[in-house]
């Protein structure tokens, strides 16, 4: 029983770590969903197993045991809830911060400062950012509608990002427009209906990644900026 326990947690680790980049990067509604799913097919394996092995009993006594363990744990989350908020707060947007464009979706990862995203349309559709050359990206953005100014600084910003200041060949970027509600909070990586407080603090980590003084982004650290706006009222 205890080997077949440490292989699924095993897996579930494992699991977990090779898809963390993808986890960060779904909104709350998405991660808590997964985490059920995961949670009944855990369940499920473990109980087919027990049943497979002639070990039934060991659900008797599980199930046995739910009640003192259920209260055990409602008593602990209610002791650890006010360090938990505090440690939420600390940690910043639960969400990884996107920026959207007809072609493009790039995302930023708080932790590392990395910068990926995927292409949404055209020939190089449903290929990450990280995956194509720079050759690539070149005719990429060679192919871009020149109207299409969004996904033009987008793609120049990564490119800058990725390659340093010689592999932005494209326009200086322009004061970004101001976008939406919508985007906004999805700039900033935060939940709609997030504090003040929240707002503030996850577009102040996240110029500690873009600002240019910092090694950052005109573009993208003036898009954070406009989310910001958008939000709270220009400052």
């Given at each position: 029983m205890?080997?077949?326990?440490?292989?699924?947690?095993?897996?579930?680790?494992?699991?977990?770590?090779?898809?963390?980049?993808?986890?960060?990067?779904?909104?709350?509604e998405?991660?808590?969903?997964?985490?059920?799913?995961?949670?009944?097919?855990?369940?499920?394996?473990?109980?087919?197993?027990?049943?497979?092995?002639?070990?039934?009993?060991?659900?008797?006594?599980?199930?046995?045991a739910?009640?003192?363990v259920?209260?055990?744990?409602?008593?602990?989350?209610?002791?650890?809830?006010?360090l938990?908020r505090?440690?939420?707060?600390?940690?910043?947007?639960?969400?990884?911060?996107?920026?959207?464009?007809?072609i493009?979706?790039?995302?930023?990862?708080?932790?590392?400062?990395?910068?990926?995203?995927?292409?949404?349309?055209?020939?190089?559709?449903?290929?990450?950012l990280?995956?194509?050359?720079?050759?690539?990206?070149?005719?990429?953005?060679?192919?871009?509608?020149?109207?299409?100014?969004?996904?033009?600084?987008?793609?120049?910003?990564?490119?800058a990002?990725?390659?340093?200041?010689?592999?932005?060949?494209?326009?200086?970027?322009?004061?970004?427009?101001?976008?939406?509600?919508?985007?906004?909070?999805?700039?900033?990586?935060?939940s709609?209906?997030?504090?003040?407080?929240?707002?503030?603090?996850?577009?102040?980590?996240?110029?500690?990644k873009?600002h240019?003084?910092?090694g950052?982004?005109?573009?993208?650290?003036?898009?954070?900026?406009?989310?910001?706006?958008?939000?709270?009222?220009?400052?």
């Amino acid at each position: 029983m205890s080997k077949l326990l440490l292989i699924l947690v095993g897996l579930g680790l494992w699991y977990t770590w090779r898809h963390r980049n993808r986890f960060r990067a779904l909104s709350p509604e998405q991660r808590h969903y997964l985490l059920w799913r995961s949670f009944f097919i855990g369940f499920f394996a473990l109980t087919l197993a027990l049943a497979l092995s002639g070990r039934v009993h060991w659900l008797s006594a599980a199930f046995a045991a739910l009640p003192l363990v259920a209260r055990t744990l409602i008593t602990a989350a209610a002791r650890a809830w006010p360090l938990l908020r505090l440690w939420s707060r600390a940690g910043g947007p639960r969400v990884a911060p996107r920026f959207r464009t007809p072609i493009l979706e790039v995302r930023i990862d708080l932790a590392t400062g990395a910068i990926d995203g995927t292409v949404t349309a055209g020939r190089f559709s449903g290929q990450a950012l990280s995956a194509l050359t720079r050759q690539q990206l070149e005719q990429l953005r060679a192919e871009l509608d020149p109207a299409d100014r969004n996904s033009l600084l987008l793609l120049s910003a990564y490119l800058a990002r990725r390659f340093g200041s010689a592999g932005n060949s494209g326009p200086q970027p322009p004061t970004p427009e101001r976008p939406d509600t919508d985007e906004a909070w999805r700039i900033l990586g935060l939940s709609p209906g997030a504090s003040r407080e929240d707002i503030i603090q996850a577009h102040k980590r996240l110029m500690q990644k873009l600002h240019p003084d910092r090694g950052g982004n005109d573009y993208l650290a003036a898009k954070v900026n406009t989310a910001r706006d958008e939000l709270l009222g220009p400052h």
